[in-house]
């Protein structure tokens, strides 16, 4: 069964800080890894997707990393504004042999607090 | 573009009374669908997945039941609510199995 686990669970910068959130998967078959941004109260908003045969990809200020075969991915995050508090969730796609329906199996998030 | 609704936003219920919740997206046709609850400390769960019009799985025993009544519509059912099914429901579409995901705003569902 996969697992996915995220490391911190919680992190406080100040602002222009760059920092690294993790996430680490414990089955290594997977199609993709998906990062997610989720504000208080709200749904989830896509980040980044990186596929299985990739090992970065990047938008704007965010870059993320997948490294599969040791079933881990991280996301950096450059000069860290305020606007970027938010919970960050890592959610993986199994490759079920086929048969995996786009079924996500997500972390538990870091909560990230950028401070002025 | 496509875009992904869901409503209502919140939802107070008492004990008991029937539940619905609605989805839909638009832009896009024979998207796979899901509904998630994302429960405090929990993170969160996939409920049900739909791959069609008609076909509905799920992914956990429960109180709650799914409809696909047509392509981009997928509904969240309860016929009587327990305290424990308050959380927060998310749905979700993909064009295909594999590919990217996206969320809808949610829905914060009290049971009292």
């Known amino acids: 069964k996969q697992e996915v686990t995220q490391i911190p669970a919680a992190l406080s910068v100040p602002e222009g800080e760059n920092l690294v959130l993790n996430c680490s998967f414990t089955?290594?078959?997977?199609?993709?890894l998906q990062w997610f941004r989720q504000d208080p109260g709200k749904g989830l908003t896509s980040l980044l997707l990186i596929q299985s045969s990739q090992r970065e990809q990047t938008s704007g200020r965010l870059n993320a990393s997948l490294d599969k075969s040791s079933g881990r991915s991280t996301l950096y995050i450059a000069a860290s504004q305020p606007g970027d508090s938010a919970t960050y969730l890592c959610?993986?796609?199994?490759?079920?042999?086929?048969?995996?329906?786009?079924?996500?199996?997500f972390g538990q998030g870091t909560i990230l607090t950028v401070h002025p | 573009s496509q875009t992904i609704h869901q409503w209502p936003a919140t939802l107070v219920q008492p004990v008991g009374s029937p539940l619905s919740l609605e989805c839909t997206v638009e832009?896009?046709?024979?998207?796979?669908l899901y509904w998630y609850r994302q429960a405090a400390g929990r993170g969160l769960q996939l409920l049900f997945y739909?791959?069609?019009?008609?076909?509905i799985s799920s992914e956990v025993p429960q109180n709650l039941s799914a409809s696909r009544p047509q392509d981009r519509q997928f509904i969240l059912s309860s016929k009587k609510l327990l305290l424990s099914d308050s959380g927060f429901y998310l749905c979700?579409?993909?064009?295909?199995?594999?590919?990217?995901?996206?969320f809808g705003q949610g829905t914060r569902l009290t049971v009292v």
């Open positions: 089955d290594s078959a997977i199609y993709n």
């Open positions: 959610a993986v796609l199994a490759n079920a042999g086929g048969t995996s329906y786009g079924k996500l199996t």
């Open positions: 979700a579409w993909r064009r295909g199995a594999n590919t990217e995901a996206f």
């Open positions: 739909s791959v069609g019009i008609g076909q």
């Open positions: 832009g896009t046709s024979n998207p796979n």
